[in-house]
DNA sequence: CATTAAACGGACCGCGCGGTCAACTTGGTA
DNA sequence: TACCAAGTTGACCGCGCGGTCCGTTTAATG
């Protein structure tokens, strides 16, 4: 039973919104391998304060991984109630590449993917995708042998691509994108070599 | 003019050796991040010995990724002087994803991927894989908006997407070249909504 | 063999990292 | 306004890294 604790100041509540729009940012420049004193910096505050909210570097990466993942699960939800299936599908994938786009943080997943709360956030969006996934494939707009896992997979798949390209035109994902979306399509599908694969 | 300098000693060379297998090896195991000493200790040489070799430990990471660019470089022109259009275009992608498959060191690439003799060897591997992308164009099995830098692009993503699933089954890969493959087909493509991109 | 330059090994160096701590400051409350 | 727990700070710690250096070993040569 846990007391109602008294609540954060602001200047905590603050400083905690600064340090995850730092991270994200500094983690974005410089990769996993962004230190914690130079998050601090850009935050503005003592590097004991980043300890403070986070224990360790990676409760800080599982924070902004959870957070950015359950903003892609709540525009999946959107696109459920708001869009037809093929246009649901093409969306999300389009909301997923472009948060990629403007900060990949993917990587940080490689450091933090296996915390309680990463898991979590996961598959709430999972789920979600596992919904878009399953109206498109019954309205024939899918090809038959492809699931949510499939998708989720994929999703990250136009980004890394399009990163290997130094100075790349910012729209260079979509490119891709379309690749894999064509390979998406029930017309002219061939037998895959391989099962659906499942997460955990 | 550099004057027949005396060839190297036989320990020399099996050191050499010894010390490119280790070294892939540990990157495979604990990625980038892999310390000189336990490559050191895997291929069972002092500390110093690596450093004789490679004068630091990005040159050590050039030597490798030159190595396997290489290889793929030369299983492509086999494929050219033996396959058909189409067959030569599906073994490659299938050789390069089997390579990754085998070891993935495709991260090494950031640490070394604009040192100059490692693009030289991307630079041949590209050349090949033009005109593996042409002929296939030009025979009509590969749909006419993509072109040989889409193929090396698209080449890494098969691995890429599998290597999110712990434990995956170590032919995933193939069910996403499988839709990579769906989706450069000629017939029901979608024009793609981004230009070709260049390398440098 | 004797000779010698090439190759080897591992103690050593400076650095920057993630994380700790105790002295200090400050927002909220009665 | 006086109080104090919550919050902040930056000097500090131990560690493991990439890279250096030099005394020792060894493969090649005539």
Redesign the pocket.
């Known amino acids: 039973m846990t007391a109602a604790a008294?609540?954060?100041?602001?200047?905590?509540v603050?400083?905690r919104r600064l340090l995850l729009a730092a991270a994200a940012d500094e983690f974005a420049e410089h990769g996993l391998?962004?230190?914690?004193?130079?998050i601090a910096r850009r935050a503005?505050?003592?590097?004991?304060?980043v300890?403070?909210?986070f224990?360790?570097?990676?409760d800080l990466v599982a924070a902004i991984l959870t957070d950015r993942m359950d903003e892609l699960h709540h525009r999946g939800e959107e696109l459920l109630a708001a869009a037809d299936a093929a246009a649901a599908l093409h969306e999300f994938l389009t909301a997923a590449a472009g948060q990629r786009q403007e900060r990949d943080l993917s990587f940080l997943a490689e450091a933090a993917g296996s915390m309680p709360e990463v898991a979590a956030a996961r598959d709430r969006m999972t789920g979600t995708i596992d919904r878009i996934v399953d109206r498109a494939r019954e309205e024939g707009v899918l090809r038959a042998d492809i699931t949510g896992t499939d998708v989720f997979l994929l999703m990250c798949a136009p980004n890394y691509i399009a990163g290997y390209v130094p100075d790349a035109s910012p729209d260079l994902w979509r490119r891709y994108l379309g690749v894999i979306l064509d390979g998406l399509r029930p017309e002219g599908a061939r037998p895959l070599p391989a099962e659906a694969p499942t997460l955990a």
Do not use: C
């Open positions: 008294r609540p954060p100041r602001a200047d905590a603050r400083n391998d962004a230190s914690v004193a130079d503005g505050v003592g590097k004991g304060t300890f403070r909210h224990a360790t570097k990676d």
